[in-house]
């Protein structure tokens, strides 16, 4: 794979040159407070945080695809570093605790090289929507909670939500009154400033105004805390002294952290991506990783990874390439260089409600509304995803996902959707019998569609229903398999099975409509003999001419359905009625409001003709031609719905509405020859519809009559 470098930068658009400065300079401002706690949160001094928002940052964008994406010191991987040097004992802030962080962004950047020459990118495609959403979803309110106790005068939490909810309650006790209340109210003046002027640079203001505060109204001497100062000057370059260190047990560690900063920045970058669109090379994205941590261990800082709270933030001020990174790392350099002396008097609190604000647009909250609505089983998955990031991490979280994932397609699979097929008189094809009132099965014959590759999951569905629908007169069972594109062993040793099955029930059966490669596969599992004995047909109708089935084929309506259908026409309101085949099939429960919407349709059309002559030529006929695709009974319901609304023809067409009955007459009279001639068993049933018609249509002209008189 070739390496792109500063891909974003390509035929760059200077007009953006502007916002992008102005962007990656909120995005220096706004990583100050973050990157510096997180540091903190690692076991390293504050400064070192500001280190890791240099070097880290513009590698990443040198070798980044993403156009928005923002790399540098982050919750998760802090957290890991951190628990690391609790667990092993290591006092954070020493010698021994600054060698051993580096050492892990070390590992964790060698470990992602070694991702990115195996392809680890590829394991994105097995990560759904759900499941990414509520991984971010997860991430961004563990970051929240991690920063509420910050609000009320204490310092960040850790840990996962139990941990977290006991610091917050304990953070509650002792509750700082004066820095709660600028927290709070900074974080209503950026949400709101965000709703009403969303390009506004809110947060650059807020900044200033807090140092305002420190400088002049000493909030600080009321107990608020501040950042701590900063030496000024950059970082020397160091690397880690490895006689110090288990060098098995940082190993370790490194690959936890890597598979940590792998998972959330190609998901977070892919979500981004998605909701942008533009294109993402996935692997490269972990060569950008892996450089961005190798240079975080160079400068001594902790292993860092991508930030979704200031890409977020980005995002709101419309940058538009990786010029935004490089100007955030130019400005932290420049910081360091000769500004550190205003990073002390930066008030916590308010810097950590522009945190908790850009977190709050990083929630998938209309995500999980879209699923709750549109998919109980996708809402699911993302309320585990998210659920298991707050309680249990982010690689746990991750990982129950996946399976969850895994868990949906297995199922899904395992009951696909699978339908009985038959014939609606007067049109062409094979129809779901149980989605279309005028579709009916040849007598006989089973014809049945399964739409999923058989394994052993689902085969048992297969014979199940197959066996379920036999009749004493099924002579013919026909599965229409073009959705089967591949079949296990296990599938193989039943369909075997079902053949001789129904053999000794002298019942033909046959496998249709599917690919060569299925035949192949076939011919591997040992079952050729079925193709050679003739039970494996390229087409239904192959099968059934086979079976010595022959059109005119004789429909299976019992007389019991017959009564059924005509009491449900004779008791239903006609605006109530869900009879339109193609209409039911494409539109669900929506069929009546899309009927009503082409008949009104065709009378716009007809209202805006100047006479009846013009009306005869070329209005309502041409409109009615358009419909014999639908089939005849199809187009018997179009000319009813029609008649329902003939009163609505404008009054300069009310003397010649008649002819507009007989126009729909003479269409029928053509349905009427197309089902005589090819389903003539069906045309009682079309007799008694079209009898109700006639009595309403006399009912309508007694009344126009009355009405003349």
Known sequence: MKIHILSTLRNYDKNYLKQDIFSGIIIAAVSIPISMGYAQISGLPAVYGLYGSVLPILLFAIFSTSRQFIFGVDAAPAALAGSALLTLGITPGSREALNYVSALALFTGLWLLFFYFIRADRMVSFIS??????????????????????????????????????????????????????????L????????????????????????????????DTYGVQLLASVNRGLPALTFPDFSQIDLTQAAGRGLMISLVVMAETLLAENNFAFRNGYPLEDRQEILACAAGNIASAIVGSCPVNGSISRTSMNEQYSGHSQVVSITAGITMTFLLLFFTGFIGFLPVPILTAIVISALMDVVEIHLCIRLFHQSKQEFHIFMAACISVLCLGTIYGVLIGVLLSFFAVITKAANPNRFFLGIIPGKEGYHDLSRNIYAYPIKGVLLYRFNENLFFANINVLQSDLENAIKEDTKVIIIDARAVNSMDITAADHLEELTASFSKKNIKFYITEHTEQLNLQMRQLGIEHLIREGHVRRTILAALHDAEILPPYTLDVPEEEREFVTRRLSFLPAEEENTLEEFSWAYGDQVVEEIEHEVHHILNHIHGLKDIEEIIENGLEDHLESWHSLGAFDEDEILRRIELHVDEMPKSLADNKHLIYQLIEKRRRILKDKILREHPEIFEKLEKHRKKLEERLEHQRKHLGKSDS
């Not at 947060?203 to 105004?209: G, H, R």
């Open 188 to 219: 209503l003046v950026i949400r709101l400033c965000k709703k009403f002027i969303p390009k506004f640079p809110i947060a650059i203001l807020v900044m200033f105004l807090a140092v305002l505060c420190t400088i002049f109204l000493h909030i």
């Open 129 to 186: 929507t759900p499941v990414m959403g509520g991984f971010i979803s997860g991430i961004a309110l563990t970051i929240i909670l991690m920063q509420i106790p910050k609000l009320m005068g204490s310092s960040a939490g850790s840990g996962e939500i139990i941990e977290l909810a006991e610091y917050i309650y304990s953070a509650a006790r002792n509750i700082h009154w004066l820095s709660l209340l600028l927290g709070i109210i900074t």
